[in-house]
């Protein structure tokens, strides 16, 4: 008798790289930002302008909105016409030694990260949110995989993007390999549009 395994209500991470490295305006750019100034909090420092794609880094944020769309059309699959839109946009950078608190993205549907400047083996974590139920009764496993995990690691490079939904737990461990400065542009998305039902009492015109 033939057994399968199949998914259930799978977590969805988008993973794909640009093809062209940062030209010269876009290096400019990540310059400029970083000299507009750095705060350290929970680890590691973040750019003050947190609405970077509002003037800086256009042919990038055109690339992260491309494929916000194909997320959108894959994975949401919205009935309704809507308008996804990136609201807050701003750079991460993490020295040796330091690290991304573990953490989800308040007032955002897609969230995402671009790796500008990566070290050696560098990861983003994420954590199963169903850890405390999973943990009623605890087993050990022998092998971690996809089935039994509690969190699971994406190496990460530069050009490298990430898509994932805004709710999940994420953030980046101590990377003792890690010899220089990495550098992230992280960001969130809204909707513009109406989303819910009418007759189920849940219609919203955003």
Not at 108 to 136: E, P, V
Not at 160 to 167: E, K
Request: charged share 25%; proline share 3%.
């Amino acid at each position: 008798m033939d057994a399968t395994l199949e998914l259930m209500f799978p977590i969805p991470v988008y993973n794909v790289k640009r093809d062209s490295e940062l030209d010269l305006s876009e290096k400019k750019d990540i310059e400029d930002i970083i000299e507009e100034g750095i705060r350290f909090d929970s680890g590691h420092s973040f750019s003050n302008n947190s609405y970077i794609f509002n003037t800086k880094l256009k042919k990038l944020k055109e690339f992260c909105e491309y494929h916000i769309k194909i997320y959108v059309e894959k994975i949401i699959s919205p009935r309704e016409e809507l308008d996804f839109y990136i609201t807050q946009s701003w750079l991460n950078i993490t020295k040796p030694g330091e690290i991304h608190q573990i953490h989800a993205h308040s007032n955002s549907i897609i969230s995402g990260a671009f790796y500008i400047k990566t070290d050696a083996d560098q990861r983003l974590t994420f954590y199963d949110q169903n850890k405390k139920f999973k943990q009623t009764i605890k087993i050990n496993p022998k092998k971690a995989t996809i089935w039994n995990s509690e969190a699971w690691e994406f190496k990460v490079t530069n050009n490298q993007l990430l898509l994932f939904p805004a709710w999940i737990d994420h953030g980046v461990k101590v990377n003792e390999k890690q010899t220089k400065d990495v550098i992230s542009l992280s960001f969130n998305t809204f909707v513009k549009g109406t989303i819910g039902d009418e007759l189920e009492y849940s219609n919203l015109v955003l």
